[in-house]
T-cell receptor
Framework: AQTVTQSQPEMSVQEAETVTLSCTYDTSESDYYLFWYKQPPSRQMILVIRQEAYKQQNATENRFSVNFQKAAKSFSLKISDSQLGDAAMYFCAYRSVFTQGGSEKLVFGKGMKLTVNP | NAGVTQTPKFQVLKTGQSMTLQCAQDMNHEYMSWYRQDPGMGLRLIHYSVGAGITDQGEVPNGYNVSRSTTEDFPLRLLSAAPSQTSVYFC???????????????FGPGTRLTVL
């Protein structure tokens, strides 16, 4: 079974600075998807960024980028120019490409609370 | 599009009561899932559906039932509520097959359930 580990339960960053959130995962599969989700106090789960394991190029979405190290099974999220609105819980998640019954099952890490200081 | 909607937003039950958490999506997504979120546990999959009439168990299915009579709706039923089911429940949906790119899950706003 796949597992996702977020070893840092909390981090803080100064506004306008850069912060990196770490995530490691364990799998025996060669192809899969990795995601970062943001959960603000409203509790809504919001997709931040997605990475396909077969792609060597790291995904980027505006101020958010990932450092995907497939051999090390590492998937970190970098937030540049941090804003107060970035304060939230961040979850790393894994999904197989081929899953039993075609399930879209996501395996989540335990999450990390990011505080942005003005 | 309203996306994924969930009702109610908050609910308090007594032990042994039953209730249904509603989930609906208007994106014509085939896949729908229910997760629960507990402190320090991340989100865990309860049940999922790959289309109308097809459901299967996830990681923590005990105490919950689901059905999928339409593409749009995927209700989650608590048969006899227990304090261990106090949690925040999220419904999610996504489109297409696992092999297709852009297969992102969209989450509802969640239901906070307390069982006394």
């Amino acid at each position: 079974a796949q597992t996702v580990t977020q070893s840092q339960p909390e981090m803080s960053v100064q506004e306008a600075e850069t912060v990196t959130l770490s995530c490691t995962y364990d799998t025996s599969e060669s192809d899969y998807y990795l995601f970062w989700y943001k959960q603000p106090p409203s509790r809504q789960m919001i997709l931040v960024i997605r990475q396909e394991a077969y792609k060597q190029q790291n995904a980027t979405e505006n101020r958010f980028s990932v450092n995907f190290q497939k051999a090390a099974k590492s998937f970190s999220l970098k937030i540049s120019d941090s804003q107060l609105g970035d304060a939230a819980m961040y979850f790393c998640a894994y999904r197989s490409v081929f899953t039993q019954g075609g399930s879209e099952k996501l395996v989540f890490g335990k999450g990390m609370k990011l505080t942005v200081n003005p | 599009n309203a996306g994924v909607t969930q009702t109610p937003k908050f609910q308090v039950l007594k032990t042994g009561q039953s209730m249904t958490l509603q989930c609906a999506q208007d994106m014509n997504h085939e896949y729908m899932s229910w997760y629960r979120q507990d402190p320090g546990m991340g989100l865990r999959l309860i049940h999922y559906s790959v289309g109308a009439g097809i459901t299967d168990q996830g990681e923590v299915p005990n105490g919950y039932n689901v059905s999928r009579s339409t593409t749009e709706d995927f209700p989650l039923r608590l048969l006899s509520a227990a304090p261990s089911q106090t949690s925040v429940y999220f419904c999610a949906s996504s489109r297409g097959l696992a092999v297709q790119a852009g297969n992102t899950q969209y989450f509802g706003p969640g239901t906070r359930l307390t069982v006394l």
